[in-house]
């Protein structure tokens, strides 16, 4: 006589019966007790006798198979729930799968009706492939399995879901998930974040939300302003990267742990999602005992109304500062053409290889700074010519604002005729074509692109006097001027004192100023004549950098030139830019020069120019390693 054949008597259930016979019964009725003791009378079962004899058993056993890595809360759950439903439990914890299958095989031979296995990672699923007795129901907690009729497991789904919901309820549109794993849970959990930010609007793709930590890096985290971090190991190299990459919390960056409600990064406590453990111990055992008292399947998945528990690391996204520049410039189809030296007087040299692309300072400049993420308008002239339409799209597909590009029908577009030797100097023969039809008449007409600028860029390959007249709209709109001298001997000094930061190169500065021979008092003189910033690239040897405040060298990135072409210009768009963003200026010039040294390792300008992340990532990953930049 079984417990199983008593409660078929009896007509009651199993637990039923299992609570009469061991005294847990109050809430049974009188009339259902006595029933289940009548035939336990006369059929002389006996609850004590031993559990290996087959028949007779005591009481109905639970046992529980889980890691020492286990959550204490979740076997709480499972004991508490099992005592109440009149069951026992014979605990087993193990730490290698050696020893999860010593346990597993003990369990067996106590003759446990139905197990709850917590499986880890290490654990041999070729345990249930074992010759098992076919009334032992077994229910497996797994975050690397599917829920399924024998598998329970949170809602991980919904968990990622309410992580995400918590940070797009406070106006996050760039949201991110870190974990170290690709088991069920995580993919699950991702696939909730997914979801949630789908039905927020919020545009996504794989690489933007999920990254896994071992290759998580700064390019990945640049422009998150929420980041859910879906176990410790995430949690921890976020917390390496925001004191790495000098980023706050919540004030830069919003994070969401899960079970972190006592981990803190840099002091905060990190916002969190806390799995019930204990109601997920209840919840498996109750569909075990169904699953024994019914002989049918009953796993699922256990959902609840996930809640973050406290709001320490999430706060509203700071509103992020998009910079805007004028650029008044040239714009050539550059002809690059690579020799191994430059052709004497009388002297004819091939020419090894020969492109055309895209170029003039004010295209460069305004490419430049548009690739970072800044608005960019461009004030230009171009011909109506074939080379003047291919331009005009260079800068429509890079962003850059084209309605103050004057296009002109009877005047062909600038060229410019670059000669790049094997140790990457270069030297320039530039038609100006439609460059020199720009007139005051088109600055005035576009005055309005000026208000509302941070930063106004120009050169002086084109008349002064233009320039002049842009440095002047620009100042009454209260942007700040960065002057490129450039194929000129000398300056307007009206110019010179419209000018903010004045950036020659060392030959420039020299034929400035031919009779000064230090860098440091030519740097003096221009800010004499009215300069406030003054700023010497010095090629390889990077540059000097002199203003009210301090004089002092900068070293250049140590990369390997083949083209210095237009290295003046990335480094002028992105110092312009991270001023823009308020960094320190000796941090923008460090930033400036890994552009710059970033720019001469492809030939031409366009494809040279790096976007924010790049540079950024290699910025830190080098910035004590500087030692070379080229122009």
């Not at 889980?66 to 099992?82: C, D, H, P, T």
């Not at 329970?152 to 406070?170: C, I, N, P, R, W």
Request: glycine share 6%.
């Amino acid at each position: 006589m079984t417990l199983k054949e008593i409660a078929e008597l009896a007509n009651v259930s199993i637990s039923t019966v299992s609570k009469v016979i061991n005294k847990k019964d109050d809430n049974i009725s009188s009339e259902t007790r006595e029933r289940i003791l009548d035939i336990v009378k006369q059929y002389h079962y006996s609850p004590y006798m031993d559990r290996s004899a087959g028949d007779l058993r005591p009481s109905l056993i639970l046992g529980v198979l889980i890691g020492k890595s286990a959550n204490y809360n979740f076997l709480i759950g499972i004991v508490k729930r099992a005592r109440a439903r009149g069951y026992s439990t014979i605990v087993c914890t193990s730490s290698s799968a050696e020893e999860e299958a010593q346990n597993f095989k003990m369990l067996l031979a106590h003759h446990v009706d139905g197990m709850i296995w917590n499986k880890e990672r290490y654990s041999n699923a070729a345990l249930l492939d074992a010759a098992l007795p076919s009334s032992l129901k077994i229910s497996i907690l797994n975050s690397e399995e599917r829920p399924s009729a024998s598998n329970t497991y949170f809602s991980y789904e919904e968990m990622g879901y309410a992580a995400a919901k918590s940070l797009a309820d406070q106006g996050h549109k760039c949201i991110g998930c870190l974990s170290s794993c690709r088991d069920y849970a995580a993919r699950a959990f991702v696939e909730g974040v997914r979801r949630c930010l789908f039905d927020q609007r919020i545009p996504t793709d794989s690489d933007s939300v999920w990254r896994p930590v071992e290759s998580c890096d700064s390019i990945w985290l640049q422009g998150k302003t929420g980041v859910i971090c879906f176990d410790c190991a995430a949690v921890n190299k976020m917390s390496t990267m925001a004191e790495y990459l000098n980023i706050r919390v919540p004030e830069d960056i919003s994070v969401v742990g899960i079970d972190a409600d006592d981990v803190k990064i840099a002091g905060i406590q990190i916002s969190s999602i806390t799995r019930p453990f204990e109601e997920l111990g209840k919840f498996a055992t109750d569909k075990l005992i169904g699953t024994i008292e019914s002989g049918k399947a009953n796993g699922s998945v256990f959902k609840k109304d996930y809640r973050i528990s406290r709001p320490d690391s999430i706060m509203p996204p700071k509103k992020i500062k998009r910079s805007h520049f004028v650029i008044m410039g040239t714009v050539n189809v550059d002809t690059l053409m690579l020799v191994d030296k430059q052709p004497e007087p009388g002297e004819t040299v091939s020419i090894r290889q020969r492109m055309t692309m895209p170029g003039g300072k004010g295209l460069n400049q305004a490419l430049g700074v548009s690739r970072l993420g800044a608005s960019a308008a461009l004030i230009s002239s171009l011909g109506r010519d074939y080379d003047g339409r291919q331009m005009f799209e260079c800068l429509k597909s890079n962003s850059v604002r084209t309605d103050s590009v004057t296009l002109h029908d009877d005047i062909s577009t600038g060229h410019a005729y670059i000669f790049i030797q094997k140790n990457a100097e270069s030297n320039i023969a530039v038609f100006d074509g439609a460059n020199a039809a720009l007139t005051v008449k088109d600055i005035d007409q576009y005055e309005s692109l000026f208000e509302n600028a941070d930063y106004c860029l120009l050169q002086t390959e084109m008349e002064q006097d233009l320039v002049l007249h842009a440095a002047k709209i620009a100042h009454k709109h209260h942007a700040k001027v960065i002057l490129k001298p450039c194929a000129v001997t000398s300056l307007l000094p009206e110019l010179v004192r419209s000018t903010d930061i004045l950036i020659p190169n060392e030959k420039e500065a020299d034929e400035l100023l031919p009779d000064i021979a230090s860098f440091e008092e030519k740097a003096k003189i221009f800010r004499k004549q009215g300069a406030k910033t003054v700023i010497i690239t010095l090629g390889e040897n990077g540059c000097f950098l002199q203003d009210d405040e301090r004089e002092k060298y900068f070293p250049a990135a140590r990369i390997s030139p083949i083209d210095t072409t237009g290295a003046a210009d990335a480094f002028i768009s992105s110092l312009a830019f991270y001023l823009s963003m308020d960094k320190p200026i000796e941090e923008a010039i460090k930033l400036a020069t890994c552009a710059a040294g970033l720019s001469t390792t492809r030939y031409g300008v366009p494809p040279a120019l790096v976007g924010r992340e790049t540079l950024e990532l290699y910025y830190f990953e080098h910035q004590n390693d500087f030692g070379r930049i080229t122009e």
